[in-house]
C-alpha cells in the first residue's frame, strides 16, 4: 500500500507539473508573464504604422476595435511560415477574437469614448509609452489621474457622472467601509499609489481640518493631553503638523510647563535645554524661558575679556561651566 502510495503521490505530481508548464506556455503566448508575439515597439517605433492600421474603429467608434487574424495576415502571411509555431500570429487569436491581454482595459462602469479623445489627441497622451513597449502585459494601466488632470488642463467636464455610470460625488471606495474612520490616518500619510488612496480626488485640506476642529482623533483622550503628546511629538513632528502649527505649542506651554520640569531640572545639573531643544535655534533658550532671572543676569565678563576672544578655549575645559553650553555667541548673555 506504501508503495502504490508513492506511485500515485508521484503520478499526481508530475500531472500537476504538466499542467504547469502547459499554463506557462499558454501565458507565453499570450503575454500573462512571458515574451509577448507582439511588440508595438517593432510595429509603431520601427515600421512607423498608423494605430488605426490594426485598431480599425479608433477614430470612429467608441471602442477601438482590436485587431482581427485578417489585418495581421496582410503582413503575417508573407512573414509567419519562417517563424516557429509559437511565434505565429495565429497565437494571439481564439477563433476570430483578439486573446492576447489587453493591459489597458478599462471597467465596465467607465464610459469613454475614442472618438472623441483620439480626434483631439496623440495616442500616447492616455497610452504611455506605447510606442517603445515590447510587452502588452507590461503595459501600466490608465489612471484616473492622468483623466482628471488632462480634463483639467482642457477645463472638460470633471464632474463624476462625466465619466462614471455609478460613481457619484457620494459614492465611496469600498475602503471607506466598516473601521475606515478609525483607519482612515494611516492611509492619508501612507501616500499610496491607488486611486482610491489619493484622499484629494474628493477632499481638500479644509476637510480634515473642519473635521479635527471639532473631533479630535480618537487618542487624543486625557491622557494624551497631560503626558503622551510631547513623546509622539519628539518622535513624529510632522505627524503633529498635518493639524497643528507651532504657535498653538507655544501659545500653551507659555503658560503650563511640561511635567517633567520638576525637582532637578534647573540647577545644579542645568542639562535640561538639550532634552528638547535640540538642535538648538539661534533664540537658544529664551525661546521659552525668555523671563528667566537666572538667564537674564548673567555674569558680566572680566574686565580683561573682549567679545572677540573664544571662550570655549577655556570654559567647558579647564574652568567649569555653571550651565549647559547651549552653542549660543556667549556675548549674547554675558556682556
Avoid at 489621474?145 to 459614492?171: R, V
Avoid at 476637510?207 to 519628539?234: D, F, K, L, V
Wanted: hydrophobic share 30%.
Amino acid at each position: 500500500m506504501a508503495v502504490l502510495g508513492r506511485r500515485s503521490s508521484t503520478a499526481i505530481l508530475f500531472g500537476v507539473a504538466a499542467l504547469a508548464l502547459a499554463g506557462c506556455v499558454w501565458l507565453r503566448n499570450l503575454g500573462g508573464d512571458g515574451h509577448l508575439a507582439f511588440s508595438h515597439a517593432r510595429h509603431v517605433g520601427q515600421e512607423k504604422l498608423d494605430c488605426a492600421n490594426c485598431h480599425a474603429e479608433v477614430l470612429a467608434a467608441d471602442e477601438p476595435g482590436m485587431p482581427t487574424p485578417d489585418t495581421c495576415t496582410v503582413c503575417h502571411g508573407d512573414i509567419d511560415p519562417s517563424k516557429p509555431p509559437e511565434r505565429r500570429v495565429e497565437t494571439l487569436f481564439h477563433g476570430e477574437d483578439f486573446a492576447a491581454v489587453h493591459a489597458s482595459a478599462l471597467s465596465g462602469e467607465v464610459v469613454f469614448s475614442h472618438k472623441l479623445h483620439a480626434t483631439s489627441q496623440e495616442c500616447d497622451a492616455c497610452h504611455r509609452g506605447i510606442a517603445a513597449n515590447e510587452r502588452v502585459s507590461s503595459l501600466r494601466p490608465i489612471r484616473m489621474e492622468t483623466c482628471t488632470t488632462c480634463h483639467a488642463d482642457k477645463k472638460a467636464p470633471s464632474a463624476c457622472t462625466t465619466c462614471h455610470t455609478a460613481i457619484t460625488e457620494t459614492w465611496k471606495p469600498p475602503s471607506h467601509a466598516s473601521n475606515w474612520k478609525r483607519m482612515h490616518g494611516l492611509a492619508a500619510r501612507a501616500h499610496g499609489e491607488a486611486t482610491a488612496d489619493n484622499c484629494f480626488m474628493c477632499h481638500t485640506e479644509a476637510t480634515c481640518s473642519s473635521c479635527h476642529q471639532s473631533q479630535a482623533p480618537e487618542n487624543h483622550n486625557n491622557y494624551w493631553r497631560q503626558r503622551g503628546h510631547g513623546i509622539t511629538a519628539m518622535v513624529d513632528r510632522e505627524n503633529c503638523a498635518a493639524c497643528h502649527e507651532p504657535a498653538s505649542c507655544d501659545r500653551c506651554h507659555a503658560d503650563v510647563k511640561p511635567r517633567n520640569h520638576t525637582a532637578t531640572w534647573g540647577q545644579p545639573l542645568d542639562t535640561h535645554c538639550l532634552t528638547c531643544h535640540m538642535p538648538l535655534g539661534q533664540e537658544g533658550c529664551v525661546a521659552c524661558h525668555a523671563n528667566t532671572n537666572s538667564h537674564l543676569s548673567a555674569t558680566p565678563k572680566p574686565p580683561d575679556h573682549y567679545p572677540g576672544m573664544d571662550c570655549r578655549a577655556c570654559h567647558g575645559l579647564s574652568q567649569k561651566l555653571p550651565h549647559v553650553d547651549n552653542g549660543d555667541d556667549c556675548n549674547s548673555c554675558h556682556r
